[in-house]
């Protein structure tokens, strides 16, 4: 099978066109893009609105480098399994359209890329918080628990709730409760995450033995699991506005209209926890809740709704006056 899969492949190798589509592949790049709308949550969370155009560009950039950095490392360290896993198999490695050692030189130049760019025109705070995140993704997750525990993804999970950090330090150059609350919200929201995918394809992990929990515990100590973390998740995702006052009302009914659905979701699969169906609704759903509750952040955040909220009140005051 190798064998067939590289003759196929060598046709490409050529191909300036398929060769760098390979590269970019290797970088994962639709996991990238929720990587950096988080970053851009704790950018404007911190710049309370007004973010400076070059320092997003720089971050954005910068972050883009990193991650896809760590996803390169970890298409290495993967690619015995990944050439077993369908899903997996064609990716650039394992299909033999990218050796090893060029994906190494790869991930290392995109790495030192992104620590001289965010060090130069960000700050080293967030320079070395997105190489802490290379390196707790490859050496923690990818490494060290990924085949090794069934809270691999629970404690890996941090790794992927370093980016708003990244884009908090790169506004502020330091770190308040705010920013950490963006972690724990994305922390908190990757078992869910995870796990609703891992019910989908629990056999194929167990074909090449990754400990996912549904292979270890079954699909229904998953769903219990995944209901718990979302019930932790959306009052949390709350704090936000009460006690911390960095969003306002705007960002809270957002907040409260998404956690609604995600924990309808939770529910069904708790009560069906064999049926793909509700785990792939779950799944896709929390990729979807990620994105909106993190816009709803920035709306939240943005000097515009500030007046509005205030007129609002003004207005909403003003009335009251008048019937009392
Ligand atoms: C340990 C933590 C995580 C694990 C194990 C994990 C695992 C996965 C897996 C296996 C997929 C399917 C990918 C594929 O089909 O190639 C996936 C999809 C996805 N993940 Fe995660 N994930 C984690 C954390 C995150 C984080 C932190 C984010 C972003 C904030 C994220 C964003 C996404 C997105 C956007 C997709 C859909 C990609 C697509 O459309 O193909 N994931 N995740
Ligand atoms: C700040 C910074 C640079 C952070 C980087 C964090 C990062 C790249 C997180 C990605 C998390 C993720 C998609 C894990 C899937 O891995 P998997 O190996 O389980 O997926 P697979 O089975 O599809 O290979």
């Known amino acids: 099978?190798?064998?067939?899969?590289?003759?196929?492949?060598?046709?490409?190798?050529?191909?300036?066109?398929?060769?760098?589509?390979?590269?970019?592949?290797?970088?994962?790049?639709?996991?990238?893009?929720?990587?950096?709308?988080?970053?851009?949550?704790?950018?404007?969370?911190?710049?309370?609105?007004?973010?400076?155009?070059?320092?997003?560009?720089v971050t954005m950039v910068g972050g883009t480098l990193a991650s896809?950095?760590?996803?390169?490392?970890?298409?290495?360290?993967?690619?015995?399994?990944?050439?077993?896993?369908?899903?997996?198999?064609?990716?650039?490695?394992?299909?033999?359209?990218?050796?090893?050692?060029?994906?190494?030189?790869?991930?290392?130049?995109?790495?030192?890329?992104?620590?001289?760019?965010?060090?130069?025109?960000?700050?080293?705070?967030?320079?070395?918080?997105?190489?802490?995140?290379?390196?707790?993704?490859?050496?923690?997750y990818t490494h060290w628990l990924k085949r090794h525990s069934t809270q691999n993804i629970v404690i890996g999970g941090a790794a992927g709730a370093i980016p708003p950090l990244v884009g908090?330090?790169?506004?502020?150059?330091?770190?308040?409760?705010?920013?950490?609350?963006?972690?724990?919200?994305?922390?908190?929201?990757?078992?869910?995450?995870?796990?609703?995918?891992?019910?989908?394809?629990?056999?194929?992990?167990?074909?090449?033995?990754?400990?996912?929990?549904?292979?270890?515990?079954?699909?229904?100590?998953?769903?219990?699991?995944i209901w718990i973390y979302s019930l932790v998740l959306i009052p949390t995702s709350l704090l936000l506005v009460y006690p911390l006052h960095t969003s306002g009302w705007v960002y809270g009914a957002i907040a409260l209209g998404l956690g609604a659905v995600f924990l309808q979701k939770a529910w069904e699969l708790l009560q069906t926890p064999h049926n793909r169906d509700v785990a792939r609704s779950l799944f896709k759903y929390s990729i979807l809740y990620l994105m909106l509750l993190c816009a709803g952040m920035v709306v939240d955040s943005l000097p515009a709704t500030h007046e509005m909220t205030m007129a609002v009140a003004h207005t909403w005051q003003t009335w009251m006056g008048v019937n009392s």
Not at 97 to 119: C, E, G, W, Y
Not at 182 to 194: Q, R, S, Y
Request: proline share 5%; with cysteine.
């Open 68 to 140: 896809g950095a760590a996803n390169t490392i970890n298409c290495l360290y993967d690619s015995d399994i990944d050439y077993i896993m369908e899903r997996t198999r064609w990716r650039p490695i394992p299909s033999g359209r990218v050796k090893p050692r060029d994906a190494m030189i790869f991930a290392i130049a995109l790495a030192i890329a992104s620590f001289t760019l965010l060090t130069v025109f960000a700050n080293l705070l967030a320079a070395l918080l997105a190489m802490s995140g290379i390196v707790f993704y490859v050496a923690i």
């Open 168 to 225: 908090w330090a790169a506004v502020t150059g330091d770190l308040s409760w705010a920013a950490w609350l963006l972690f724990v919200i994305i922390f908190l929201w990757t078992p869910p995450h995870f796990w609703a995918l891992a019910i989908m394809i629990r056999d194929e992990y167990q074909d090449v033995g990754v400990p996912m929990l549904p292979v270890i515990e079954g699909d229904e100590l998953t769903a219990q699991q």
């Open 1 to 57: 099978m190798q064998e067939i899969i590289q003759t196929n492949s060598s046709r490409h190798h050529n191909n300036p066109l398929q060769v760098l589509k390979s590269y970019y592949q290797l970088t994962k790049p639709r996991i990238i893009l929720l990587l950096l709308i988080t970053t851009a949550a704790g950018m404007w969370l911190a710049a309370e609105g007004e973010v400076d155009p070059l320092l997003l560009l």
